[in-house]
């Protein structure tokens, strides 16, 4: 009896349950800095009528303590997009719901951004699948390289034309400027790749030690600084945390700096007057790299939803749902379909996606924040006092320290 | 003073004191009682919902490995053994020390006077209390956006204003150096936080009698004298309370150096409540964020106390 | 008079002018950014010489209220935290003032002093075990819990104050009433009410400012962008959004929030310098 009613509960539960779910609807959370991308899209999967989504914008400085609180709370979202880089430290604290099954059952899974699906992995399981891309590129002012005399058709491709070119534009006087990079943050999107293209290397393979103190390094460090010293960027750029890193480009004041596939989509819209280049970020002697950045889709371990998630992947992996994303300003992570994603695009969209799939990469590490992100972390210190202070070798000797004693104590 | 009976008589005393408020004495009703324990219940357990408890959580984290995502470990005292090799607390530590040593100066080397200022009977006195105040009623937070906007190199005030006045010659961010970053903080912060210090200092002096504020002129007493020896001691209270309450927040600031410099230039403005917000919040180590905030809290309770006693009045002053 | 209050007319001229230019120098950023915040956007946008706007326009509050779910929800969502703090922490201070001046109970003295002595303790230390407390009676990133914590965090002060209101009328007055049958919660309402109405305003002006300006609390417990109250939207504002910052949003926000609190002192300036002063003279 006893036995029976069991199994007829659990055979029952079940169905009744998928019922009761289809109702409601799945809880999902993004990022402020996607949510011009994320809000059309999920209003786009709702109206298909049927698994519906309830999307929550998060600051996104704030993803990670939001989500670890309501985890605690047992409030935590279904599913939710990711920075894609927090994956690993989410994965490792085992709250994610491995989604390597579902892999099997996409043939397209293998052109699937590489950089996403590494920082997706541990211990041969996959706890994110990629949803939308970024990449860092270098953008240039043409009109300004027109009034430099330079060929606004042919954009620098390695450090002594970006050099030549930051010198013409700033002679040209006034309030304008050569370069512009924020000092002070968000360097690993933007000083990174620099180091990459030069064959540089900050972390060991397993994220296990810091490599920060190379020649690599310190040729792309005296290649800013040189910069500096010519006075080619402004003063604000010290003390500019972020908040400004486009400003001075969107007045048509600055002739190059570094910047995201996002901001094509700020500067068409909002400053159709800026007439402007994209091309990859170069080396030294030439060859390119970007940060490859963006978001995964990632479960919370415990959802009962995960079929109408799986309704929700496929429908960003089909060739509507990569549309959307060239559509309202980031880039598509298929690379098989990505050129027919983007194809009603600005072009310059996909020099970014082409930057990326051929040389984007992310560090992986489960302390990312701590090295990178944090403001007062290793790497944008190290930015700040070896490009504009004096010391180059003791910041990099204190870099070098800080970022093995982080990681080490991680494990 | 010094008489071995003094202590004894001081402990009796509240010995008593314990035990005639444990009685309840003091000539009410008796059933009453109840409905003076059940007036004051609603704070209590307000007190106790959101600040006793989260405070004895603090502590209880402060003995574990809590991560912010991910299973909590009892670690038992080693948090307490990490921070003392933490430089990065103990820089911040220091750098709140000096912030606090400072800004506290800095704001009564303007209270002071601007105190004695208003305390004089002149031509539009209320107005000039109320300008020196105004600032206080803002938040903090209000007040650290406007001071990044007024500082911004090229579309705030100070630079581009210098400029046209031809002091400089080309723009200057003072949100760049840390000398001139921490600089530019102290004077926002006197802007807007002196004007507690002169309400209280001029409440101080004008409960001075005035028989004696006269009295010591007709000594001849001048100028530093008079301060020295007759105003102070008299305002002792209150610039005591002025001080406290100037320390307390200047160890525990946060909001203006996040916000204005987010911790920079260079790290040079990470305070100690900063890079507890650090731990727990960018590095994710709760358990550790915790014992650094026990450190904190127990720091300030000891500075309170020394400061108190460093003020202390004496009897029939 | 005292030979100081003599000073020949050149020096009290001089002290005058001084006194002008100094409170020029502390009024001078209100008056900026309030002038600035009423320039046309692009205008805004450019360093404020001279402050006041070529026209008058609102363009700098319509960008803020581009920004997250609008000014009105913001400005609600502000309003509603404050003026919940103002009356939750009015009514448990205003009895527990009672409470502790005109009753007595076990262990009542080290009660109040404990009250008091949480006013040390930098609440910054105590927001992750809140967070946690809140989940666990469902308060969390909500208004309610925010002003449960608000309200919490201003009754030391609270209580202080009102107990000090209540030592201040006579006990005359409640014996009489008391002779006359009044039993102690009538007291309170009919007859204690009025006379410590002042401390009522005194210790609502304070947790009004207080919760209107809290940054921190607000910012780490509330999860949901429509629940934001003004410093947090402002502060996103300034954190630039597409890479750029909206100086013009940025000083309408600040002037938005500091407006109220300016009025609310001008108008009440004597019960909060009350307040303020209320530790120095007891």
Redesign the interface.
């Known amino acids: 009896m006893k036995r029976r009613t069991f199994l007829g509960a659990a055979m029952s539960a079940p169905m009744l349950s998928t019922a009761a779910w289809s109702q409601e609807p799945l809880s999902m959370w993004a990022r402020?800095d996607v949510a011009n991308v994320i809000r059309p899209f999920v209003d786009t999967f709702n109206a298909k009528g049927k698994t519906q989504i309830k999307l929550?914008?998060?600051?996104a400085r704030?993803m990670?303590?939001?989500?670890?609180?309501?985890?605690?709370?047992r409030?935590a979202p279904d599913f939710l997009l990711l920075d894609l880089i927090y994956t690993p430290?989410?994965a490792s604290?085992?709250?994610l719901q491995d989604l390597s099954p579902w892999t099997k059952e996409m043939p397209y899974f293998e052109s699937l951004s590489p950089a996403h699906r590494k920082l997706g992995e541990l211990d041969g399981k996959l706890y994110g699948l990629p949803f939308s891309a970024e990449g860092s590129v270098l953008v240039y002012n043409k009109k300004l390289f027109r009034e430099a005399g330079l060929d606004p058709e042919k954009p620098p491709k390695n450090w002594g034309e970006i050099t030549d070119a930051a010198v013409k534009i700033r002679a040209l006087g006034g309030d304008r400027y050569g370069y512009y990079v924020p000092g002070?943050?968000a360097a690993a999107f933007r000083f990174l790749p620099v180091v990459w293209a030069n064959g540089g290397e900050v972390l060991s393979a397993d994220g296990k030690k810091a490599t920060i103190d190379s020649p690599q390094l310190r040729e792309a460090i005296g290649f800013y600084r040189d910069l500096w010293a010519k006075k080619v960027m402004?003063?604000?750029v010290?003390?500019d945390?972020?908040?400004?890193?486009?400003?001075g480009?969107?007045a048509g004041r600055v002739g190059m700096t570094i910047?995201g596939a996002?901001?094509i989509g700020?500067l068409t819209t909002?400053y159709p007057d800026v007439e402007f280049g994209v091309t990859p970020i170069p080396g030294k002697n030439g060859g390119f790299a970007s940060f490859a950045g963006g978001d995964n889709i990632v479960v919370s371990r415990g959802t009962r939803r995960l079929p109408a998630i799986r309704e929700f992947v496929d429908f960003a992996y089909s060739l509507e749902g990569q549309s959307l994303l060239g559509k309202y300003g980031s880039l598509p992570v298929r690379g098989d379909i990505a050129a027919a994603a983007l194809k009603e695009n600005d072009p310059r969209y996909l020099t970014v996606a082409e930057a990326v799939n051929k040389g984007g990469r992310t560090p992986r590490s489960s302390?990312y924040?701590?090295l990178f992100?944090?403001?007062?972390?290793p790497w944008v210190?190290l930015h700040?006092?070896a490009i504009f202070?004096n010391d180059v070798d003791g910041a990099i000797a204190q870099a070098q320290a800080t970022f093995q004693r982080?990681i080490n104590e991680a494990n | 003073m010094a008489s071995p009976a003094a202590p004894a008589t001081r402990k009796e005393t509240w010995k008593e004191k314990l035990r005639r408020s444990l009685r309840g004495e003091g000539g009410v009703v008796g059933q009453e009682r109840w409905l003076g324990v059940l007036l004051i219940l609603p704070a209590l357990v307000l007190l106790t919902a959101f600040f006793l408890v989260p405070l004895v959580m603090v502590g209880w984290m402060s003995l574990h490995n809590w991560?912010?995502?991910?299973?909590p470990r009892f670690i038992g005292l080693r948090n307490y053994a990490t921070m003392l090799t933490d430089t990065g607390f103990w820089h911040a530590l220091w750098f709140s020390a000096k912030y606090t040593i400072v800004v506290t100066i800095a704001i009564f080397a303007v209270a002071f006077p601007l105190a004695f200022f208003v305390e004089r009977p002149r031509p539009f006195v209320g107005f000039f209390r109320t300008a020196f105040f105004l600032p206080v009623v803002l938040g903090l937070g209000s007040a650290s956006l406007l001071w990044v906007w007024l500082s911004?190199?090229?579309f705030g005030l100070f630079s581009p204003a210098l400029m046209k006045l031809g002091l400089i010659d080309?723009?200057?961010?003072w949100?760049?150096q840390p000398t001139s970053?921490f600089i530019s903080i102290i004077v926002m912060v006197v802007w807007k936080a002196s004007g507690t210090s002169i309400v209280l200092l001029l409440t101080g002096l004008q409960a001075i009698p005035p028989e004696l504020k006269e009295a010591a002129s007709i000594d001849g007493a001048r100028g530093w004298q008079r301060f020295r020896y007759i105003t102070f001691p008299l305002i002792r209270r209150t610039f005591a309370l002025a001080l406290i309450l100037s320390v307390t927040h200047s160890v525990l600031a946060f909001d203006q150096f996040y916000i204005i410099?987010?911790?920079?230039?260079?790290?040079s403005m990470?305070s100690a409540v900063?890079w507890i917000m650090?731990t727990s919040?960018?590095?994710?180590k709760l358990g550790y964020g915790a014992a650094l905030s026990i450190a904190l809290l127990a720091l300030l309770v000891l500075l309170s106390i020394v400061q108190l006693y460093l003020l202390r009045t004496k009897e029939g002053q | 008079m005292a030979a100081s209050r003599r000073s020949p007319f050149a020096l009290d001229f001089a002290q005058q002018c001084l006194g002008f230019v100094i409170a020029a120098l502390f009024l001078a950023p209100l008056a900026w950014t309030a002038l600035s915040s009423l320039k046309p956007a692009a205008e805004a946008a450019l360093p404020p010489l001279p402050p006041w706007p070529s026209r008058i326009t609102y363009e700098t509050y319509q960008s803020l209220d581009g920004f997250g779910s609008g000014l009105v929800t913001h400005t609600a969502n502000s309003l509603f935290v404050a003026l919940g703090t103002v009356g939750l922490s009015g009514v448990v201070s205003l009895l527990a003032g009672y409470g502790f001046s005109r009753f007595h109970f076990p262990l009542k003295n080290v009660i109040f002093v404990l009250i008091i002595s949480t006013m040390m303790i930098p609440y910054q230390s105590l927001l992750t075990p809140l967070?946690?407390i809140l989940?666990?009676i469902g308060l969390?990133n909500s208004l309610v819990g925010l002003v449960l914590v608000y309200a919490t965090l201003q009754l030391p002060f609270s209580v202080f104050m009102m107990r000090n209101a209540f030592e201040a009328v006579p006990r005359e007055i409640d014996e009489a009433a008391r002779i006359d049958g009044c039993g102690g919660v009538r007291i309170l309402t009919r007859i204690m009410f009025p006379l410590v109405a002042p401390g009522i305003i005194t210790v609502s002006i304070f947790a009004f400012l207080a919760s209107w300006n809290e940054f921190l609390a607000a910012?780490?417990l509330l999860?949901?962008?429509k629940l934001f109250t003004l410093p947090i939207l402002v502060t996103?504002v300034?954190?630039?959004q597409?890479?750029?910052?909206d100086w013009g949003a940025v000083q309408a926000g600040v002037t938005l929030m500091m407006m109220p609190c300016l009025l609310l002192f001008l108008l009440l300036q004597r019960y909060y310098m009350r307040g303020l002063t209320a530790g120095a003279v007891k």
């Open positions: 402020s929550d914008i998060v600051v704030e990670v303590q939001k989500y670890a609180a309501a985890a605690a709370a409030s430290a989410f604290a085992d709250q002070a943050g402004p003063e604000s010290v003390a945390t972020g908040p400004d890193a486009l400003t480009f969107a910047t996002f901001a700020v909002r302390v924040n701590d992100n944090s403001l007062n972390g210190t700040q006092r202070g982080i | 991560p912010l995502l991910g299973r911004n190199v090229d080309r723009p200057v961010s949100l760049m970053a410099t987010a911790g920079g230039p260079d790290n990470l900063y650090n919040f960018v590095s994710f | 967070f946690l989940s666990w969390s910012l780490i999860t949901d962008n996103a300034r954190s630039g597409f890479g750029t910052v």
